[in-house]
């Protein structure tokens, strides 16, 4: 079946770019910047773990590493925060394009991979904790100084419009693979590698480009992060939270399909944000419902919220198709 084009993506992105018309309200607008940059790394994820079935544990390897290489370079060398930026994404991109290689060459797979990923992760937050130029267990302050040309705004609007344009730009990028021979390559690798790799489809390259182009989706958010917060330390950009949020939310909102990490990312956020009127009373609650709305996915609703909501949609989109069929057939 033919991947519908993008006129649902321009929809989306527009009715969400009109929220800070409708509420000005701080904690609203603060709300959707988290939901939309889990949305984000849900989407990097998604890219390799949905389309490719190669399930990452360690997607804060390159969310770390795009938020410190922002950082870093601001704070130590005075660059620029748009270019920092831009060069953070990259750092992702090619932090995940070493670890594929080294795994995919190993031929790890399945849960291998997997805990591969995350001890990477694991081993990246260790060394950003002790090394001098990440400030070791003080962590990284950016510099307060509200104005365009150092990514800070007075307005919280404005960073929800960058977050927003981020995940719209990863939502296009999702949509052009879905519509390319190389999506098709990715999903034949997901299904059954080796009948993909009999058919000539090269494995290595096709994970690989997988693998980069999901790192540096993550590593964009870690860029975000890092301008929103202008605050890390190894236990915040390489914390395993963010990879729990990286793969809960596609998994939740439906694995494999362009709206899932967003639909997911949504349901998530508003889960935190649920628990923590009562975690005063009960400490790791968050972690608690997170679990049970994972297994409730899993075991009723493989294809999460998005299957859901197809089932849903009305069924008069389906009797045209229908008619056209019995047309064919007399």
């Not at 296009?172 to 519509?179: F, P, S």
């Not at 693998?211 to 890092?226: K, L, R, V």
């Not at 297994?295 to 069924?315: I, K, Q």
Request: hydrophobic fraction near 55%; proline fraction near 3%; glycine fraction near 12%.
């Amino acid at each position: 079946m033919k991947a519908p084009g993008y006129l649902s993506v321009v929809a989306v992105v527009a009715a969400l770019a009109l929220v800070p018309f409708v509420t000005s309200s701080n904690v609203i607008l603060n709300f959707l910047v988290i939901a939309l940059l889990i949305a984000l790394v849900g989407q990097g994820w998604n890219v390799l773990g949905g389309y490719g079935g190669q399930y990452s544990f360690g997607h804060a390897a390159f969310f770390g590493t795009g938020a410190y290489t922002t950082a870093v370079l601001q704070v130590q060398y005075g660059i620029n925060a748009w270019p920092g930026f831009a060069i953070g994404i990259a750092a992702g991109a090619l932090v995940g394009a070493v670890i594929g290689f080294l795994s995919f060459r190993s031929g790890l797979k399945g849960s291998y991979f997997a805990l591969v990923t995350l001890a990477f992760a694991e081993v990246l937050r260790i060394v950003a904790s002790v090394a001098p130029i990440t400030g070791a267990g003080v962590g990284t302050l950016i510099r307060l100084d509200v104005r365009f040309e150092a990514f800070q705004f007075q307005s919280r609007a404005i960073f929800y419009w960058i977050i927003l344009a981020l995940v719209a730009l990863s939502l296009v990028i999702v949509r052009m693979i879905e519509n390319s021979r190389f999506g098709a390559r990715l999903v034949a690798v997901r299904e059954n590698e080796d009948a993909a790799r009999a058919l000539g489809v090269d494995v290595m390259a096709t994970k690989l480009g997988a693998m980069t182009i999901s790192a540096a989706i993550t590593a964009a958010g870690g860029c975000f992060y890092a301008q929103y917060y202008l605050f890390l330390d190894a236990g915040i950009a390489y914390g395993p939270w963010i990879s729990v949020e990286a793969l809960l939310a596609p998994i939740i909102g439906g694995v494999g399909t362009i709206y899932g990490p967003l639909l997911g990312a949504l349901v998530v956020k508003t889960l935190g944000e649920a628990a923590k009127h009562v975690t005063g009373t009960a400490p790791g609650l968050d972690l608690i419902i997170y679990g049970a709305v994972l297994v409730l996915v899993v075991g009723f609703a493989p294809r999460g919220v998005a299957g859901l909501l197809e089932r849903l949609w009305p069924r008069r989109s389906r009797a045209p198709a229908r008619a056209e069929e019995g047309k064919s057939r007399d």
